[in-house]
């Protein structure tokens, strides 16, 4: 019922409807509690594979928390809403949402007394989506998540812009419950480089395929933390944008022999300059890398000329050096490198 323009009577009589119980599949977005009380004492759609809902204020969450006959899939977005702590700890009391899969509370105002409620609840078995984008859950909100030993179907948990810092990126790493996490976003949280480095040092999320650790400020000893780790060996996506990293961080990276599955990196608006670039083309294991952006690291025509010396990036299809000082004679050197078999002139970036 996307773009429809459904009144609350409507919704209310789409609740009521009885007949409805074969009904697979149902996407909505409520702003009205009696809305929401409607669907909630809806008894009948028991054959429901999936309710995607869109809720825009407190009341209709709190009252959909009281639901107990939704005991199938549930996608539940609250995102861009009022949602705050009170409104959380009811949430997190429901036990019937067994099958609740995705929860997106991103932009909300939950805090760190709301992640501490989500973090208590036991029923979500089979969560495996928690979007928590911008609500200052801070460094005790992401302890009490990190302890949480019933998501263990997690595989996707964004928590940026949420000021955990040092000690909640630690308390995060210490995790050994979310063996199934493939993808993990802590844009712009201060974790700086002791939290990278403890990062560095988990080992139970050996499916991990994708971390963005972007405006972290956590410099090149925090590179090399995270370049230690040899248990991310599915790790396919790799952001690490605005972090203070100079050439030892790349030399650092460029170390790492254990990613070899690593397709994207992205180290824009770094510090690694021409002798930076030079250690990452020494690299022989990200023998899968496609997509490598440099923008803005000050590696000029030194630096592309040790690029070009590179044989094992033989899946190499992008390549940004915007910003760089790249000119046009570093970029025919480029082309050059008959290891790139699959890098074009349109797809370097200057």
Do not use: F
């Not at 409104?87 to 007394?113: C, E, F, M, P, R």
């Amino acid at each position: 019922m996307r773009r429809n323009s459904i009144n609350s009577e409507g919704i209310k009589a789409l609740a009521q409807n009885p007949s409805w119980e074969n009904l697979l599949k149902l996407k909505l977005t409520i702003n009205d509690a009696e809305c929401a009380e409607a669907l909630a004492q809806n008894t009948s759609w028991r054959s429901l594979l999936r309710l995607e809902l869109t809720v825009d204020n407190v009341k209709c969450a709190k009252t959909l928390a009281q639901t107990i006959s939704w005991v199938h899939p549930l996608k539940l977005e609250l995102r861009h809403s009022s949602i705050d702590e009170e409104t959380v700890k009811a949430l997190a009391q429901n036990t019937s949402w067994v099958h609740l899969s995705v929860l997106d509370l991103s932009q909300s105002k939950i805090g760190g007394g709301g992640a501490k409620a989500l973090a208590k609840n036991t029923s979500w078995i089979n969560l495996s989506k928690l979007i928590l984008t911008e609500n200052n859950i801070d460094a005790e909100g992401a302890e009490a998540l990190a302890q949480n030993k019933s998501w263990i179907n997690l595989s996707e948990l964004d928590l940026a812009d949420n000021c955990i810092g040092t000690k909640g990126a630690i308390t995060l790493s210490q995790n050994t419950s979310w063996v199934n996490l493939s993808k993990l976003e802590l844009r712009n949280n201060d974790i700086y480089a002791s939290g990278a480095r403890a990062l560095g040092q988990n080992t139970s999320w050996r499916k991990l395929s994708w971390i963005n650790l972007s405006y972290n400020n956590i410099g090149s000893e925090g590179d090399w933390g995270l370049a230690q780790n040899t248990s991310w060996t599915n790790l396919a996506h790799l952001a690490l944008i605005h972090n203070g990293i100079d050439a030892d961080g790349a030399r650092a990276l460029a170390q790492n022999s254990s990613w070899s599955h690593l397709s994207l990196l992205c180290l824009l608006w770094n510090y690694i300059g021409p002798e930076g670039a030079k250690a990452l083309a020494k690299n022989v294991s990200w023998i899968n890398l496609s997509m490598l952006n440099l923008e803005g690291n000050n590696i000029g025509g030194e630096g592309a000329k040790g690029l070009a010396q590179n044989t094992s990036w033989a899946q190499l299809s992008r390549l940004d050096l915007k910003g760089n000082s790249i000119e046009p004679e570093d970029v025919e050197r480029l082309l050059q490198n008959k290891s790139w078999k699959y890098l074009l002139r349109s797809q370097i970036m200057i």
